[in-house]
């Protein structure tokens, strides 16, 4: 039973609630120091993903939606490395109305989501390097393992760089296929793709909007003193045997990344999470300065059903219309960021 969320039992050997109570949630904050170099690393990133041709090319697959292409795009995050993902998008590209990137989790992806979210909208489903079909000689697929460590013991050979250079490829693959350049679009991402997405979109102005869902690579120095399961303890055992790796991941971490935001953001954050250490998440959350959107969630990575899920969803779809709204007015509201 845990200590942040006394109604949730569980069998795990620690408290998924840390326990943090709603309120310490809502407050915690980034105490660690940032690097002082942590722009001039991410902005040469993506210098780097930009100055190497993406390479894309397109196979077309069967659509099981009738006036809707669905696509297989190839294409290069930089020499060495080539990512796959699905697009979906109308059979006249010329009546899309949006640009959405939509991230995986860190068990990574087998195929586009069954249904389109609007059908007028061009939406890219990338995987990132080393899952799927996105394997590359030499990357480990093992997320829970060997995945989340690879090249971990430097900021410019992590994987993690590779990963965010392929969210900043989908929306170059999009503007080959429309044939201009892509504004206003939108990224949503939960878990892996949510701590991914607070870390690419600062240095990505193409990007309008957000939705990131229990963010992971938040508050590092936290994540690393406490156990939890699946990836983040594989970096967890890393560090007791390498503590030296904290000095890579602090240009990793999605708490800092925020910070530049100047975008809304809708935020999914869970009270109890076995797999991403909830005062991580709220701490990317509460860091992040622009317009934001904060929506509370009892579980997360744990399969519970409780009287007030449904609530919990209806109102992270009214801040998610609230985001929108929010973006449509933007042109005609000085105040916004």
């Given at each position: 039973?845990?200590?942040?969320?006394?109604?949730?039992?569980?069998?795990?050997?620690?408290?998924?609630?840390?326990?943090?109570?709603?309120?310490?949630?809502?407050?915690?904050?980034?105490?660690?120091?940032?690097?002082?170099?942590?722009?001039?690393?991410?902005?040469?990133?993506?210098?780097?993903?930009?100055?190497?041709?993406r390479?894309?090319?397109?196979?077309?697959?069967?659509?099981?939606?009738?006036?809707?292409?669905l696509?297989?795009?190839?294409?290069?995050?930089w020499?060495?490395?080539?990512?796959?993902?699905?697009?979906?998008?109308?059979e006249?590209p010329?009546d899309?109305?949006?640009?959405?990137?939509?991230?995986?989790?860190?068990?990574?992806?087998?195929?586009?989501?069954?249904?389109p979210?609007?059908?007028?909208?061009?939406?890219?489903?990338?995987?990132?390097?080393?899952?799927?079909?996105?394997?590359?000689p030499?990357i480990?697929?093992?997320?829970?393992?060997?995945?989340?460590?690879?090249?971990?013991?430097?900021?410019?050979?992590?994987?993690?760089?590779?990963?965010?250079?392929?969210?900043?490829?989908?929306?170059?693959?999009?503007?080959?296929?429309?044939?201009r350049?892509?504004?206003?679009?939108?990224y949503?991402g939960w878990?892996?793709?949510?701590?991914?997405?607070?870390l690419?979109?600062?240095?990505e102005?193409?990007?309008?909007?957000?939705?990131?869902?229990?963010?992971?690579?938040?508050?590092?120095?936290?994540?690393?003193?406490v156990?939890?399961?699946?990836?983040?303890?594989?970096?967890?055992?890393?560090?007791?045997r390498?503590?030296?790796?904290?000095?890579?991941?602090a240009?990793?971490?999605?708490?800092?990344?925020?910070?530049?935001?100047?975008?809304?953001?809708?935020?999914?954050c869970?009270?109890?999470?076995?797999?991403?250490?909830?005062?991580?998440?709220?701490?990317?959350?509460?860091?992040?300065g622009?317009l934001?959107?904060?929506?509370?969630?009892?579980?997360?990575?744990?399969?519970?059903h409780?009287?007030?899920?449904?609530?919990?969803?209806?109102?992270h779809?009214?801040?998610?219309?609230?985001?929108?709204?929010a973006?449509?007015?933007?042109?005609?509201?000085?105040?916004?960021?």
């Open positions: 039973m845990s200590a942040g969320c006394p109604q949730i039992l569980h069998e795990f050997s620690f408290d998924p609630a840390y326990g943090f109570s709603i309120e310490d949630l809502r407050t915690i904050r980034h105490t660690g120091e940032e690097p002082k170099d942590f722009d001039v690393f991410w902005r040469s990133l993506r210098r780097k993903a930009d100055l190497h041709p390479e894309v090319s397109f196979r077309e697959l069967p659509s099981p939606h009738a006036g809707v292409r696509l297989e795009a190839r294409y290069a995050v020499p060495g490395y080539h990512v796959g993902a699905w697009v979906r998008l109308p006249n010329a899309v109305c949006g640009v959405r990137v939509v991230g995986h989790g860190y068990s990574g992806r087998e195929s586009p989501d069954e249904e979210a609007n059908p007028r909208h061009l939406t890219i489903f990338p995987v990132a390097p080393g899952f799927g079909i996105s394997r590359n030499g480990p697929s093992d997320s829970a393992a060997l995945h989340v460590v690879h090249g971990i013991e430097n900021p410019e050979t992590y994987i993690l760089g590779s990963c965010v250079s392929a969210l900043w490829g989908a929306l170059d693959v999009a503007e080959v296929l429309l044939g350049p892509v504004v206003g679009a939108h949503a878990s892996f793709g949510g701590g991914l997405g607070a690419m979109l600062p240095w102005s193409r990007f309008a909007s957000a939705e990131l869902g229990q963010p992971t690579f938040g508050n590092h120095p936290f994540r690393l003193s156990p939890c399961v699946g990836s983040g303890e594989s970096v967890r055992q890393k560090f007791l390498d503590p030296g790796i904290a000095q890579a991941l240009y990793y971490d999605a708490a800092f990344a925020v910070r530049r935001l100047r975008i809304p953001v809708v935020f999914a869970a009270r109890f999470d076995p797999a991403v250490p909830p005062p991580g998440q709220f701490t990317v959350a509460n860091e992040c622009s934001k959107f904060i929506s509370e969630f009892l579980v997360g990575h744990f399969d519970f409780h009287p007030a899920e449904a609530d919990e969803l209806a109102h779809r009214k801040n998610l219309d609230q985001m929108q709204n973006v449509s007015g933007s042109e005609n509201d000085p105040s916004l960021p």
